[in-house]
């Protein structure tokens, strides 16, 4: 794969017809269509979108939220972490190593990072160092959190 660029999208129209795109799939569990409606204001730079394209194509996304250390229930020691929603590769490119770029720009923020895996990507999270938080009802509310933690950062321990 030669040199691959990951890159702040935009909030608007213009990126809301690529999303437009990736939703044709019947991926509606991920579809970031309604999060950029949410925030459209017209060229906004504070977007929490990010993509990888090919030529004018993107083909690749990724949501990644910024959490404050007074919301941490998962690290110690608690501290501002990523949460990072809807990574989502077009089927064609699927398997060619744009989900590994996109995970590993995330982590280069050297930031604790949670994730919600989609149904059969658990394999994927695990090779990319992710494991399972400890769950907790109340904090968790059925989700199935998976986690990944820079050096020096380790697992909050169950208040159960």
Do not use: C
């Not at 949670?114 to 494991?131: A, D, L, V, Y």
């Amino acid at each position: 794969m030669e040199s691959v660029k990951v890159e702040k999208l935009m909030i608007n129209y213009k990126t809301l017809e690529k999303f437009k795109h990736f939703k044709e799939y019947g991926n509606q569990e991920l579809s970031m269509l309604e999060d950029l409606e949410n925030n459209m204001i017209e060229n906004q730079n504070d977007s929490p979108f990010y993509g990888i394209y090919v030529g004018d194509s993107l083909i690749a996304r990724m949501s990644l939220y910024k959490v404050k250390k007074k919301y941490d229930f998962y690290f110690e020691p608690p501290q501002d972490y990523l949460t990072l929603w809807k990574l989502e590769i077009l089927p064609e490119y699927q398997g060619k190593g744009y989900g590994k770029v996109l995970v590993n720009f995330a982590k280069s923020y050297q930031l604790p990072i949670k994730t919600n895996p989609r149904i059969n990507s658990h394999g994927f999270w695990e090779k990319m160092g992710f494991q399972k938080a400890h769950y907790e009802m109340e904090r968790d509310l059925g989700e199935n959190p998976l986690i990944w933690m820079p050096e020096g950062v380790k697992e909050q321990e169950s208040s159960n």
